[in-house]
């Protein structure tokens, strides 16, 4: 008989998580009679520990399309990470317990670098333990920081939701400028990498003579170069708007955010960087200011999501069911681009061993000399990932989103302390 698939959303969600559910999903189900039932963790990895089970078979056909233009998780998702097979060998053992009982042979996570990795080591293990499952990465992050693909799903639609929302209350500012608010400060997400502060830039153009700064992780904070520069924009335009990362930080590497406190995967709770700033800026000019934190709301907007995203989430997950089926193991599907102009792309394919725990961080030739902007070399980067619209169905001038039944499968193993 067909094996059963195992699929899972791991760390913070985007606005096409789904979509890359929804391929995953549709494609087992195109392949009913090499492909079981598909079932989903509920709160990601940890669903497979407790064996807490959805059955996804429950779920009508319309109602998974419409995951395609559902933000968020449908099945939650979750930041575990799992220890290494040396330090926590049980965890994954009992994986393998809980995927032994379901007859499952097909494992999708879909999720980002620690993702992977908790893929790569499922696939090796399993096979030490005389139950192979065919481990297949299905890449999402909106930090755009995994190596090998041109980008990840996720990535492209908060790149148009911050390039849109720094055009936008560039503009606001701008009129206000002469009597009011001469700073705006917009703090966006990009832990180590700036790829999310980069598409700031992009409100920028030959049409819009916008004064943008951008702070990325990736060049050490300088606070008098910053300061200096914020005057020569409002001296220049009259007023300027500031786009940065979550991950800025001093030349000693501390963050300007830093909270103190770590989250479930061990990193800085970062948060704050824009009042950090924004302050300067007014101690250091007198200018007013405003400030906001894209925070959820960025990886959330559905609504605005890139067409170019949500295309490639859909086709990484059905390339991921695809090549399962065709005997793969341990891998990840890729977006490889073919060309800039007509941007063109195609599915390609990286073992997990080479993405695992590693980060793609902005190259020196997309981030400006000054170290406050963007090249032309990044916008061509930038501007295919945030092409085309794709709007949610609409209802009574609202988003119409699905909420699956979240079926759960009965329990066949014993309770399991985490």
């Known amino acids: 008989m067909a094996k059963n698939a195992f699929y899972a959303q791991s760390g913070g969600v985007t606005s096409v998580i789904n979509a890359s559910a929804c391929g995953v999903i549709e494609t087992a189900r195109a392949n009913a009679g090499k ?4 079932y989903a963790g509920r709160n990601g990895i940890i669903g497979a520990l407790t064996e807490d089970l959805i059955d996804t078979s429950k779920e009508s056909d319309a109602d998974i399309a419409a995951l395609r233009h559902t933000p968020a998780g449908a ?8 220890k290494s097979l040396e330090d926590n060998r049980r965890e994954y053992e009992r994986l393998i317990e809980v995927f032994k009982a379901h007859d499952i042979g097909y494992f999708f996570y879909n999720g980002g670098g620690d993702s992977a990795d908790t893929c790569h080591k499922v696939s090796q293990i399993s096979e030490s333990l005389g139950f192979p499952i065919q481990a297949i990465h299905v890449p999402k992050t909106v930090d755009n920081d995994l190596p090998i693909t041109d980008n990840c799903p996720g990535f492209g639609s908060v790149a148009k ?3 849109v929302s720094t055009r936008e209350a560039s503009f606001d500012v701008n009129s206000m400028a002469l009597t009011s608010t001469k700073v705006f400060v917009l703090e966006v997400m990009g832990r180590h990498a700036g790829w999310i502060a980069a598409a700031g830039g992009l409100a920028a153009d030959a049409d819009n003579d916008i004064p943008v700064i951008i702070i990325f992780p990736e060049v050490p904070f300088e606070q008098e170069k910053f300061l200096a520069a914020v005057k020569a924009k409002v001296d220049s335009h009259g007023y300027c708007t500031v786009v940065v990362s979550e991950g800025a930080h001093w030349q000693d590497g501390t963050f300007l955010a830093d909270q103190g406190t770590r989250d479930a995967f061990g990193h800085a709770q970062l948060g704050g960087a824009a009042p950090v700033v924004a302050n300067m800026v007014k101690d250091a000019h007198g200018y007013k200011f405003h400030w906001a934190v894209a925070d959820y709301l960025q990886r959330a907007a559905r609504h605005l999501a890139s067409k170019t995203d ?18 793969e193991n341990a891998i990840m599907p890729t977006v490889v681009r073919t060309s800039d102009a007509p941007y063109a792309w195609e599915i390609g394919k990286a073992p997990l061993a080479d993405v695992a725990n ?3 961080m902005m190259p020196k030739e997309f981030i400006s000399e000054d170290g406050f902007g963007i090249t032309e070399a990044c916008r061509t980067y930038l501007l295919p990932l945030i092409g085309g619209e794709d709007y949610p169905p609409y209802k009574d001038g609202m988003p119409v989103f699905v909420t699956l039944k979240n079926v759960a499968v009965d329990k066949k193993l014993p309770e399991f302390k985490m």
């Open 35 to 38: 492909i079981g039932t598909v």
């Open 358 to 360: 590693v980060e793609k």
């Open 161 to 163: 939701y911050i390039a």
């Open 310 to 327: 949500v295309d490639q989430a859909y086709a990484l997950g059905k390339a991921g069911v695809e090549m399962a089926l065709a005997g």
């Open 75 to 82: 099945f939650g998702s979750c930041r575990y990470k799992m």
